[in-house]
């Protein structure tokens, strides 16, 4: 079992929808991110969160220690929203900045 | 400042022949990580450096890898004798070293080895 779970693997939705991306992970964390790759490889961080919530523009991540799982909302999808989305993990006990990635989300958006 | 670059974007080599990739991190960075990452699947880790030296390497570096960030700034990744299995995206990403640090990414170099 892989230490970071995403769900679903694929989502496709209509322009407009409010979509829900799902991490779970099965180790201590000092941070979650959710990061978006591109067709072509480049990776952008998204949120880096360690608890709680974060917003920004129509994207909110949320974070439940206890529950060890994460969302990733978008709300007004738009078709320059697909992408995949990738929730990684820095677990307690590595060192520097290593992280534990889940395999993606990949989602596409519809006009 | 122009982000992380990695160079080539693209490389097609044959069994057998050695490739070698560069990263240039953010200046100002100094820890560079190598992560592999192929299709479907989401990024491997590889290895580590702060400044010059290489302080972790994973498991899935075998002794055809080798990885060297001589002088603090840029790194390089070098693959002898590979193998159709190394076929994968290359990814190096920068931060700085205080605690949870974000990342930056490069776009990476994708390797087809025929």
């Known amino acids: 079992k892989n230490e970071v779970e995403q769900s679903p693997q694929n989502l496709t939705a209509q322009e407009g929808e409010f979509i829900t991306i799902n991490c779970s992970y099965s180790v201590g964390i000092s941070a979650l991110h959710w990061l978006q790759q591109h067709p072509g490889g480049g990776i952008v961080s998204l949120f880096m969160?360690?608890?709680g919530k974060k917003k920004h523009g129509r994207l909110i991540a949320t974070i439940n220690i206890q529950e060890k799982h994460s969302s990733l909302h978008i709300t007004a999808s738009h078709p320059r929203d697909s992408a995949v989305y990738i929730c990684a993990v820095r677990p307690k006990e590595t060192s520097g900045s290593r992280l534990t990635f889940g395999e993606g989300t990949q989602l596409t958006v519809n006009p | 400042d122009t982000g992380v670059s990695q160079d080539p974007r693209h490389k097609i080599t044959k069994r057998g022949q050695n490739v070698t990739f560069r990263c240039d991190p953010i200046s100002e960075h100094n820890r560079l990580y190598w992560y592999r990452q192929t299709l479907g699947q989401g990024p491997e880790f590889l290895t580590y450096f702060q400044n010059e030296a290489q302080l972790e390497k994973s498991r899935l570096l075998s002794d055809r890898f080798s990885a060297e960030r001589p002088k603090g700034s840029f790194s390089t990744l070098e693959i002898q004798r590979t193998e159709q299995g190394d076929s994968a995206m290359y990814l190096c990403?920068?931060?700085?070293?205080?605690?949870?640090?974000?990342?930056?990414f490069g776009n990476g170099t994708r390797l087809t080895v025929t």
């Open positions: 969160l360690s608890s």
């Open positions: 990403a920068s931060s700085w070293d205080f605690f949870n640090s974000p990342l930056h």
